[in-house]
């Protein structure tokens, strides 16, 4: 770590000891279509910020934002979303050619953060694996997991409705859907959940662990029961429950509804 980053605390003795800074890269994509295993990526921004404990370091933000030309046209129904155009993209280097400044900055990270982070790291371990291949499961916090555990009855956990909910946005320049700019409320997010539940979480680790912890599913999202509340299924289709739970796709495909159903039965 660069030592003019170090910052420092004073121990109960009164010797000043260095406290490591913490570095978080936040990211975002945007790609030419939603299947995170087929997509490429046509705009990419990540933003290496620094934090003493949860405070952020002033002026040690390192920044990337490209557009990138991806291999095939952009379809209109991608651009409908982001609103950038294969017009834009003429002339734009290709993820490969930008792939060494990426590289620096995630050799720097300590955790990656974004708004359903395996959406994008899914992407960006395709299409730069030399680079992002080494990312481990305790180096990943989802913006969106977090979200979820903290406020489970919001009614939309998406990055756009939580910018409106919460006031993500302020002092944020840009257009929803563009990378840096969503990259940006990512960072607003997480801060906003440190702030409400800081006396919770000692450390960056502790919250990555609780990003990935079993979330507490509330409705099926799937078959005959699509919408319903897990809780009433439990109490009214024991059967089903217990078929579900020995299915291998259901630890694979649904472990938070695999660990809910768990919960809710008592089963092990």
């Not at 002033?58 to 979303?81: H, R, T």
Request: hydrophobic residues 40%; negative net charge; aromatic residues 8%.
């Amino acid at each position: 770590m660069n030592s003019e980053l170090d910052l420092f605390s004073r121990t109960d003795e009164g010797d000043v000891e260095p406290i490591p800074p913490i570095r978080i890269l936040y990211l975002d994509t945007e790609t030419t279509g939603a299947d995170p295993n087929s997509v490429e990526i046509c705009e990419a921004a990540f933003l290496l910020t620094t934090y003493s404990g949860f405070d952020r370091v002033p002026d040690a933000d390192i920044v990337f934002d490209a557009l990138v030309m991806p291999s095939e046209p952009v379809p209109p129904e991608a651009s409908a979303i982001h609103h950038i155009t294969n017009a834009m993209l003429e002339g734009k280097p290709g993820i490969q050619e930008v792939s060494g400044d990426i590289r620096k900055m995630v050799d720097a990270a300590d955790f990656v953060s974004a708004h359903n982070l395996p959406f994008d790291i899914t992407i960006l371990r395709r299409q730069l694996p030399d680079v992002f291949g080494g990312i481990a499961p305790e180096m990943e916090i989802d913006s969106l997991r977090l979200a979820r555990h903290l406020w489970p009855l919001v009614p939309s956990h998406s990055l756009q409705a939580l910018r409106y909910r919460f006031h993500l946005d302020s002092g944020i320049e840009g257009d929803a859907h563009r990378a840096l700019f969503d990259t940006l409320l990512v960072r607003a997010l997480v801060e906003k959940v440190l702030s409400e539940d800081s006396l919770r979480r000692s450390d960056w680790r502790e919250w990555a662990e609780f990003a990935r912890s079993p979330l507490n599913v509330q409705t099926f999202s799937f078959g005959k029961y699509r919408g319903k509340l897990v809780e009433d299924i439990v109490a009214s289709d024991a059967d089903y429950i217990r078929w579900l739970l020995k299915q291998n796709w259901m630890t694979e495909g649904y472990p938070d509804l695999y660990h809910t159903l768990l919960k809710k039965t008592g089963d092990r």
